[in-house]
């Protein structure tokens, strides 16, 4: 087996004994969709929202709940924590570069989120009939950009914390704006109209992934947006990133 | 040629200068010991022989190789244990070593390891539940599991029982007696006395003595290498 492949299978040995985060990030975003679901009028045609039902709107801010938390919470928790034990520094004097342990833990961040996502697509199809998203590739498109730039952020909070629980502080600046502009803490359709224009560009992209969902197609311009977010994001945790 | 050889060594942070024109060499199969207080530029000097710090000047070979031109190529030939450096809590001690092991290319068999470092019983044990004594002999495990040739050990008794200290003692002997090189850094004076061939003593960012324990104990006239480290630290001031 080769290095990379025996740190991952560590690290993902790690990840399932401390199984909070794992269970949260495949199993919460679909538990809130089935609450979310289960409040009287989220499954009826809206005519304020276009004769679109709530409940449709709602996928994609339940997929930002999933990416924040892993991205702001988990990643950085688990980069700030391997710095603070010395485990960085101790894998510096190894032969293997220790970024081989930030790649495994990107690798199974972005599993869990792909399995919390395909589980909360599942479930919202099964118990409400929200259908699948119309243009599948695209969306697949939005969701990794607005992953890439959601990890990146993580990442940078990683870089820039020098311990967990300032790494934790770091992220929750982002994970606030995230979530709201995501549409989590209030229906996006309900937002102030400039709120709603500025959550289009916001990582990870709640408009875009709606508009690859309905099938009303994605303004590339958000995607241009969104990768510019992963660009920076990705080049500023590099920069920032300290082994010690 | 010696194992390590450091010549003149200088490394300032910012306005701090923590190692101040250090010279020193170490031949292969002894114990040598770097001796001082806290903030004396032990680490810094170790860091710089591992490639993880680039010194201000200075030369410095180990193995024959530039630390910080050559740092991978040295990696695979020098294990090292750091000082409060961890391992994830739910890491179970051979799946840690067996890891480790993956990282080079000529690696030592786990189960004689663990056999050596009397972890066997612990094998299956998490990190994170080990004894402090326990948890040194892993990090000596992992300094060990790449077959090097030269084990630079920092700290390596620090908070360890008396018992446990010996034991450690004891493990290091075993590694030299296969023929590998050690590196000591400690601030222990009846560590040092205990194991180390020869010693430098750190003062400020100096050597300001360099020899056997005994020759040390000679030139300060003093009956032991603790007062004799307080006798040649203090001349120093």
Redesign the interface.
């Known amino acids: 087996?080769n290095?990379f492949a025996?740190?991952t299978a560590?690290e993902t040995?790690?990840f399932l004994?401390?199984p909070f985060m794992g269970i949260a990030g495949i199993l919460l975003p679909a538990a809130v969709l089935l609450a979310v679901g289960a409040i009287p009028g989220m499954t009826e045609p809206s005519p304020a929202a276009g004769g679109y039902r709530f409940i449709d709107a709602w996928v994609p801010s339940v997929i930002v709940i999933s990416l924040a938390m892993l991205a702001l919470q988990s990643i950085p928790g688990a980069v700030a924590t391997?710095r603070e034990?010395?485990?960085l520094?101790?894998l510096?004097?190894?032969?293997?570069h220790p970024v081989n342990l930030l790649g495994a833990q990107l690798l199974i961040h972005v599993v869990v989120a792909l399995a919390g996502i395909g589980l909360t697509l599942g479930v919202a199809n099964v118990a409400y009939d929200v259908p699948m998203p119309k243009h599948p590739l695209l969306f697949l498109l939005t969701l990794l950009l607005g992953m890439v730039s959601m990890f990146a952020f993580g990442l940078l909070a990683a870089a820039i914390a020098r311990t967990a629980k300032a790494a934790g502080g770091f992220a929750l600046i982002a994970f606030l704006p995230t979530m709201f502009f995501g549409g989590v803490y209030l229906p996006r359709a309900l937002l102030p109209e400039v709120l709603q224009r500025i959550g289009d560009y916001i990582p990870p992209g709640t408009q875009p992934l709606q508009d690859a969902w309905v099938g009303t197609g994605v303004q590339p311009l958000q995607l241009v947006v969104l990768a510019g977010f992963a660009v920076i994001g990705t080049a500023l945790a590099a920069r920032f990133f300290r082994w010690e | 040629m010696p194992l390590i050889e450091v010549t003149d060594l200088r490394k300032s942070y910012g306005s701090r200068v923590a190692v101040d024109g250090v010279s020193f060499t170490v031949e292969r199969g002894e114990i040598f010991g770097i001796l001082g207080t806290n903030g004396a530029g032990k680490t810094t000097t170790v860091e710089c022989l591992q490639g993880l710090r680039q010194a201000d000047s200075g030369e410095i070979s180990v193995l024959g190789l530039d630390p910080a031109a050559d740092r991978t190529a040295l990696t695979r030939r020098v294990g090292v244990q750091l000082q409060e450096s961890q391992l994830p809590a739910k890491l179970r001690v051979r799946e840690a070593l067996e890891l480790f092991a993956s990282f080079y290319p000529d690696p030592a068999d786990v189960d004689v390891l663990l056999d050596r470092l009397d972890l066997r019983d612990h094998s299956r044990a998490y990190f994170g539940k080990l004894s402090g004594g326990q948890k040194q002999r892993v990090s000596i495990a992992l300094a060990l599991v790449g077959n090097p040739e030269l084990a630079i050990l920092d700290e390596l008794t620090t908070g360890l029982d008396p018992h446990a200290r010996r034991e450690t003692w004891r493990l290091v002997e075993g590694v030299r007696a296969t023929g590998v090189t050690v590196l000591l850094v400690t601030h222990f004076m009846d560590e040092a006395e205990r194991l180390c061939d020869r010693v430098a003593i750190f003062d400020a960012g100096r050597v300001v003595a360099t020899g056997t324990p005994a020759e040390l104990r000679a030139t300060a006239g003093e009956s032991t290498l603790d007062d004799a480290f307080v006798t040649l630290t203090r001349s120093a001031l």
């Open positions: 087996m290095t025996k740190i560590t040995k790690l004994r401390t391997y034990q010395g485990v520094r101790r510096a004097t190894t032969p293997v």
